[in-house]
């Protein structure tokens, strides 16, 4: 019968793809991507010649009901995302649940994530964590939706793009408070960084030069005065570190 995997490909190393990705797309009818040119480079990367159609942002509805009749039909279908894992700030999630409600199986095949990634190399406490991913562009919406989670007793997780992550962090700083955080940039790239310090000084060092790359951003949980409850060590973190890309 029909299978839908979901399958996670590199945010940026392509040695990350694994084994049973590869597998699995090699087995598949056709690859639903979000850029086919972009996910057809990856595919003769790895030597294979798999359909691929497009799903995405845009025509992930009209879509919807021709990928579900060839599920239905019988056909394995692997989705993927142009990076990272599908559905994490991607699309998928709308193919998915149509699949779980038709009982059509969904596999999993997991691969890197820029969310986790950087959350466990963070060092802030990954439990619990909260993923928000793209907060809104503008910094009204944005400061009423960083408003919802200011006191939300868990390690905050956001995805910006580098021409707004000055101003995103400025309102994390204004709305949360100057709480620790971690800013990974170019993960699994050569040039990946880190800089982990207040939002204010992460705000400080990102000045200095105009943001390139991709950017995630781990920020602490709520502040004691926030929240009443004392959970950190008070010491944590007294100063602004940068590290640099290190060699695998
Ligand atoms: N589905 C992907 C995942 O699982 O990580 C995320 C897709 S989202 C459209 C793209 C955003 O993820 C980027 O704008 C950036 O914020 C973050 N991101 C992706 N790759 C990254 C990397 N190599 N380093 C840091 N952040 C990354």
Same mark, same amino acid.
Request: charged letters at 35%; proline letters at 3%; one cysteine or more.
């Given at each position: 019968g029909g299978v839908l995997y979901v399958v996670g490909t590199p945010i940026g190393n392509l040695s990350d793809l694994s084994d049973r990705a590869r597998e699995v797309l090699a087995g598949v009818n056709v690859v639903a991507c979000e850029d086919t040119r972009h996910t057809r480079k990856l595919l003769s990367h790895l030597g294979l010649s798999v359909p691929?159609?497009?799903?995405?942002?845009?025509?992930?509805?009209?879509?919807?009901?021709?990928?579900? @009749?060839?599920?239905?039909?019988?056909?394995?279908?692997?989705?993927v995302s142009d990076a990272?894992?599908?559905?994490?700030?991607?699309?998928? @999630?709308?193919?998915?649940?149509?699949?779980? @409600?038709?009982?059509i199986p969904v596999i999993p095949v997991p691969g890197p994530s820029a969310a986790l990634s950087a959350v466990v190399a963070s060092g802030l406490s990954p439990q619990p964590f909260l993923f928000i991913g793209f907060l809104p562009r503008n910094s009204r919406d944005r400061t009423a939706e960083l408003t919802r989670w200011k006191e939300t007793p868990a390690t905050l997780i956001f995805y910006e793009a580098?021409?707004?992550?000055?101003?995103?962090?400025?309102?994390?700083?204004?709305?949360?408070?100057?709480?620790?955080?971690?800013?990974?940039?170019?993960?699994?790239?050569?040039? @990946?960084?880190?800089?982990?310090?207040?939002?204010?000084?992460?705000i400080h060092r990102l000045e200095e030069e105009k943001p390139r790359g991709e950017f995630t951003v781990v920020v602490e949980k709520a502040l004691l005065e926030q929240t009443g409850k004392e959970d950190r060590p008070a010491s944590w973190w007294r100063a602004l570190t940068i590290q640099e890309h290190v060699d695998w």
């Open positions: 691929t159609i497009s799903y995405h942002e845009h025509n992930r509805f009209s879509r919807l009901s021709g990928l579900m @009749e060839r599920l239905l039909r019988g056909e394995r279908i692997a989705m990272g894992m599908p559905g994490i700030s991607d699309p998928g @999630e709308e193919l998915i649940r149509e699949a779980v @409600e038709q009982d580098p021409h707004r992550i000055l101003a995103m962090l400025k309102d994390v700083a204004r709305v949360l408070g100057d709480r620790r955080a971690a800013v990974a940039r170019e993960l699994t790239k050569k040039h @990946e960084e880190w800089l982990r310090g207040t939002v204010t000084e992460c």
